[in-house]
């Protein structure tokens, strides 16, 4: 089966930076990728990462090590406006065309 | 384009009632999927699908059926709702190449069993 583990709740403080790590188990690796989830919205996706490595979006990066079967999002330069829900997802099975798992959800609560 | 849209967004039930939560993409994308989620929770994935006449069962498939009769629509059937189904429902969408790396969700359908 698939799992996906990432803390449950992080705190921070307007204009400092924030990491939020996620470590998976799954059968069949096509790539980790992270979303984002306001209050009462939808997810929106942040950033994906189908290589060992670092990817950069502007305040947003994320990083993956496929050996260690682990990644993490960081956040830099927090707003208020970051205050939400953080997904890391992994697509797993036999193909990239397979079913796309979440992990439980980090809520980052960013404080003045 | 509208994207994914789901209607209704809001439904009570009574329990052992069915229904059908619709989902609709204007993006020509292959790859659709149906989630759940509780409050406080993650997502879980029910249905999902990789083409018209192709659909496959996620992590919590029970007490749920779908079809995808073409590219655009891929409905949820709730065969006779129970309290536990109370949730919020997620459609998602999106391509199996090119972009496939990102998913598109569509607003959700708040539903309560009584």
């Known amino acids: 089966g698939q799992s996906l583990e990432q803390p449950s709740e992080v705190t921070a403080v307007e204009g400092a930076i924030v990491q939020i790590n996620c470590t998976y188990q799954t059968s069949g690796f096509y790539g980790l990728s992270w979303y984002q989830q306001h209050d009462g919205g939808a997810p929106t996706f942040l950033s994906y990462?189908?290589?060992?490595g670092l990817e950069e979006t502007g305040r947003f990066s994320s990083f993956l090590s496929r050996s260690d079967s682990y990644g993490y999002l960081l956040l830099q330069e927090l707003q208020m406006k970051d205050s939400a829900s953080y997904f890391c997802?992994?697509?797993?099975?036999?193909?990239?065309?397979?079913?796309?798992?979440f992990g439980q959800g980090t809520t980052l609560q960013v404080k003045p | 384009n509208a994207g994914v849209t789901q209607t209704p967004k809001f439904q009570v039930l009574k329990t052992g009632q069915s229904m059908t939560l619709q989902c609709a993409q204007d993006?020509?994308?292959?790859?659709m999927s149906w989630y759940r989620q509780d409050p406080g929770m993650g997502l879980r994935l029910i249905h999902y699908s990789v083409g018209a006449g192709i659909t496959d069962q996620g992590e919590v498939p029970n007490g749920y059926n779908v079809s995808r009769s073409t590219t655009e629509d891929f409905p949820l059937r709730l065969l006779s709702a129970a309290p536990s189904q109370t949730s919020v429902y997620f459609c998602?969408?999106?391509?199996?190449?090119?972009?496939?790396?990102?998913?598109?969700f569509g607003p959700g359908t708040r539903l309560t069993v009584l």
């Open positions: 993006m020509n994308h292959e790859y």
């Open positions: 998602a969408s999106s391509p199996t190449s090119g972009r496939a790396k990102e998913q598109f």
């Open positions: 990462n189908g290589l060992d």
């Open positions: 997802a992994v697509r797993a099975g036999s193909s990239n065309t397979g079913k796309l798992i």
